[in-house]
């Protein structure tokens, strides 16, 4: 008689894949709706729709500068790898600037 062990994630572990979770839903919205702007502005050229889901990235708050850089740079929208290597490029990029622009007098600055 085999036992089988039961694997019990500690809560680390379930907040970590809770986290990749929601980082990888996230981006997959941002794709969809990158494509989606594709196909109305360029595609399309629906006016209207575009309007629409332009709104739709301002209501999410989603960074507009990325968006534009996935609708750009990418050559294939619907090629899931070249999208997510742009986007993290993009997102190393924008880490490093901030990074870059922070000073030591930042450290003491009153809110």
């Known amino acids: 008689m085999a036992l089988k062990r039961k694997f019990i994630p500690s809560s680390s572990e379930v907040q970590l894949i809770t986290e990749e979770e929601r980082i990888r839903n996230d981006r997959q919205a941002v794709f969809q709706l990158v494509r989606d702007l594709v196909q109305a502005q360029f595609d ?3 006016e209207e729709l575009t309007k629409r889901l332009w709104q739709d990235v301002a ?39 901030e990074i870059n622009h922070y000073s030591i007098d930042d450290c003491y600055k009153t809110p």
């Open 59 to 97: 209501d999410r708050k989603i960074d507009l500068d990325r968006v534009i850089n996935l609708m750009y740079t990418c050559c294939f929208h619907e090629d899931d790898y070249e999208m997510t290597r742009i986007d993290e490029t993009y997102q190393k990029t924008c880490l490093l600037d």
């Open 44 to 46: 399309r050229g629906d």
